[in-house]
């Protein structure tokens, strides 16, 4: 049924896109068919493997377009989150179909986009709409952004009617494009996301301790950690509890520069974050690209990602004669952590085809999750691009 | 008073124009594209959506986890 589904929307997408093109017959290119490829491991034993397929059809040449992708996540994990909860190995799949429309009238480019993600135990909607206008010429371009998600939350082999929990998330986008002179350029981005509802993983059971165990490990002269903490724990485990609502706000720049001695350009961006969870986090990236000729373009990035994490993360969670802590989580992502990312990236361009080739190295390091210190990710990406 | 900063901060970026048609060779190339190419950089996203707190900015997809 999600199958028909999907073909069923790519194929109105497309039939939109025909219908169009009596309209635009002496354009050069106006399709775009796009493979790509992800492939992810590392080493808390996490593999994913993400192929994906998206077509376009240039409905104008100011940014008009509609377009179809299918995307697809094969997931396989025996990671600590999973085997700490005592269970082996899990492997899912995750289907994910975006379709987006955009037509531009003048110097405004309004545009419309749905999105559908499944996996047995998570379904999402999401639609988006956005606009952005050239401000008095193309060099101040506007954009505004606004999308909401309506998730579904399950849980694996157990019928919607037994559990079944709701997340509601709003995103709204302001960013500004300008072009400094004619070899640089700035953008400016300001975000806000609000998501309201279950935000829990239903598969997660915090372990709790009390100073009595905490003291008995420190007496043995054992450091609590994967192998350790079920020594040392109280017998009950509870579910995870976070907030029902979550507040978040991103500002982040973005500056391009044209060197003539590359020849070709460096970016840099630089992100913020912040949210009412307490969660606080700057990323900072660079790029460098090499255009060695007119086909062939290597690019060298690397990324910093640094955070502190939200409010009530605790490495271990104690309970004291108030009973448990009302806020537990184990997901590390609200965690303390930094990541640092190293790639390299080559693309090749003919006529009408185009394709690339990207590696990179991530290497995260928790300075207060009990059950891992570090993890290195190697992440691959290749894809083939046909414009005809 | 704030919506009149942010007009006028507006109005000011747009009164800076400079390059002219002839000036954007430097700009039309595809390392200078600020966006990237969109489906290569969506899958990226979502795979640094899933493993980073932080929500927004350039990038992370919504959408199921797919991570862990």
Redesign the interface.
């Known amino acids: 049924m999600r199958l028909q589904l999907t073909a069923l929307l790519v194929a109105g997408s497309l039939a939109a896109a025909t219908w169009q093109e009596s309209a635009l017959a002496d354009e050069g290119a106006p399709w775009k068919i796009?493979t790509?490829t992800?492939f992810?491991t590392d080493t808390?034993n996490?593999m994913?493997v993400?192929p994906?397929v998206?077509v376009h059809r240039d409905l104008d040449e100011d940014g008009g377009a509609v377009s179809a992708?299918v995307?697809v996540?094969a997931?396989t994990?025996a990671?600590v989150?999973?085997v700490s909860q005592a269970t082996n190995r899990f492997s899912?799949v995750?289907e994910?179909l975006?379709l987006g429309l955009a037509k531009a009238f003048g110097s405004n480019l309004p545009s419309l986009s749905y999105?559908?993600?499944?996996?047995p135990d998570?379904?999402?909607h999401?639609i988006g709409v956005g606009f952005q206008r050239q401000?008095?010429?193309s060099?101040?371009t506007?954009g505004l952004g606004y999308?909401i998600?309506l998730?579904t939350v399950g849980y694996t082999g157990t019928p919607t009617s037994a559990f079944s929990k709701k997340l509601t998330?709003h995103?709204g986008?302001l960013s500004?494009?300008?072009?400094?002179?004619?070899?640089t350029?700035v953008?400016v981005?300001y975000?806000?996301?609000v998501q309201n509802g279950y935000m829990e993983k239903a598969y997660r059971f915090v372990p709790l301790f009390d100073q009595a165990g905490i003291d008995a490990a420190r007496a043995d002269g054992v450091k609590l950690n994967l192998s350790t903490f079920d020594q040392y724990r109280l017998p009950m485990r509870v579910n995870e509890e976070v907030p029902d609502t979550r507040i978040?706000?991103?500002?982040?720049v973005?500056l391009?520069r044209?060197i003539d001695a590359l020849p070709?350009?460096f970016r840099l961006?630089y992100?913020v974050?912040a949210?009412s969870w307490g969660?606080r986090?700057h990323?900072l990236e660079s790029n460098v690209?090499w255009?060695k000729s007119d086909s062939h373009?290597f690019?060298v990035y690397s990324r910093f990602?640094l955070?502190q994490?939200?409010d009530f993360w605790k490495r271990e969670y104690l309970v004291s004669a108030n009973g448990f802590p009302h806020y537990r989580t184990l997901d590390r992502?609200?965690s303390d952590y930094y990541?640092v990312t190293g790639g390299l990236r080559y693309e090749w361009?003919g006529d009408s085809l185009s394709a690339?080739l990207d590696g990179s190295a991530m290497e995260?390091v928790y300075s207060d999750y009990l059950f891992l210190s570090s993890r290195l990710a190697l992440?691959a990406?290749a894809?083939l691009?046909w414009q005809f | 008073m704030k919506k009149y900063l942010l007009v006028l901060s507006?109005t000011s970026?747009?009164?800076?124009?400079?390059?002219k048609p002839y000036?954007?060779?430097?700009?039309a190339?595809?390392?200078?594209s600020?966006d990237g190419?969109e489906?290569?950089n969506?899958?990226?996203a979502?795979?640094l959506g899933t493993?980073?707190?932080?929500?927004?900015?350039?990038g992370h997809?919504?959408?199921?986890?797919?991570?862990?």
């Open positions: 796009n790509d992800l992810y808390d996490v994913v993400s994906q998206a992708r995307v996540d997931v994990a990671s989150d999973v899912e995750r994910e975006n999105r559908y993600s499944y996996e998570y379904v999402s999401g401000l008095g010429s060099d101040t506007l999308d998600s998730d998330s995103g986008a500004l494009t300008q072009v400094i002179d004619p070899k350029l953008r981005v975000t806000l996301s978040g706000h991103a500002g982040a973005r391009l044209y070709g350009s961006d992100q974050f949210d969660v986090a990323t690209y255009e373009l690019s990602y955070q994490g939200a992502d609200l990541t361009k690339y995260t992440i990406q894809g691009h | 507006l970026l747009a009164a800076c124009a400079t390059t000036q954007r060779a430097k700009l190339k595809v390392s200078m600020p190419d489906d290569r969506a899958l990226r979502h795979m493993r980073e707190g932080a929500i927004g900015g350039f997809g919504g959408g199921g986890c797919g991570c862990n």
